[in-house]
């Protein structure tokens, strides 16, 4: 039997990062293509990128949830990433994170692996929404937000980034999506009541 955190798709197989997956990552992360909206256009230092493999060991350690590289079904050549990382002030809510190497672009892998991140996130987490952003000259990502159910939030700042927010709600835990939107009732009824 697999583990619960090997996720698998028609196309993909999706795993915590490992300590071995660093090189491989620090070269993703460092394409100008990648790096232009992951890092906004930094070139990070193999460091920054084996803090983040450790930082997601640590955070599947102890929340159960971190970052998974992708792999095309049957390969063993890492093809991608996305996983989920703590964000918000404080930060107790998800933000969706992924990328795909530039040679495998415009084959909907990106959104195959937000659709099985999203159903992990839901059937093994018991989270309510999953949030995702990007900078709005990310037209691809809006793309992969759009194919996988998420709906637009609104924009906000990171620093002085502009960011847009998609999000998805759990089809069991939520009504019509209000909160997330902002509407939730202040009454002691809401709409979910009735």
């Avoid at 232009?36 to 990070?44: G, K, P, Q, T």
């Amino acid at each position: 039997m697999a583990s619960p955190l090997i996720l698998e798709t028609a196309r993909l197989w999706l795993r915590p990062f490992a300590p071995e997956d660093v090189d491989v990552l620090h070269r993703m992360w460092t394409e100008p293509d990648v790096r232009r909206h992951l890092w906004d256009n930094r070139i990070i230092p193999r460091e920054r990128a084996a803090s983040e493999v450790e930082d997601s060991i640590e955070s599947f350690r102890t929340k159960g949830f971190g970052m998974w590289v992708i792999q095309l079904a049957g390969a063993t050549d890492v093809s991608g990433f996305a996983g989920f990382r703590p964000f918000g002030s404080p930060p107790d809510k998800k933000e969706l994170m992924y990328g795909i190497d530039p040679p495998l672009w415009g084959r909907a892998y990106a959104a195959e692996a937000v659709g099985a991140l999203v159903r992990f996130a839901f059937e093994n987490l018991g989270d309510e929404r999953i949030y995702a952003r990007t900078d709005p000259p990310n037209v691809a990502s809006v793309r992969v937000m759009e194919k996988a159910g998420m709906t637009y939030l609104g924009r906000d700042y990171e620093g002085d980034i502009e960011l847009i927010t998609y999000v998805i709600e759990n089809p069991k835990t939520s009504c019509d999506g209000e909160a997330a939107r902002g509407g939730a009732s202040t009454s002691s009824q809401s709409s979910c009541d009735s």
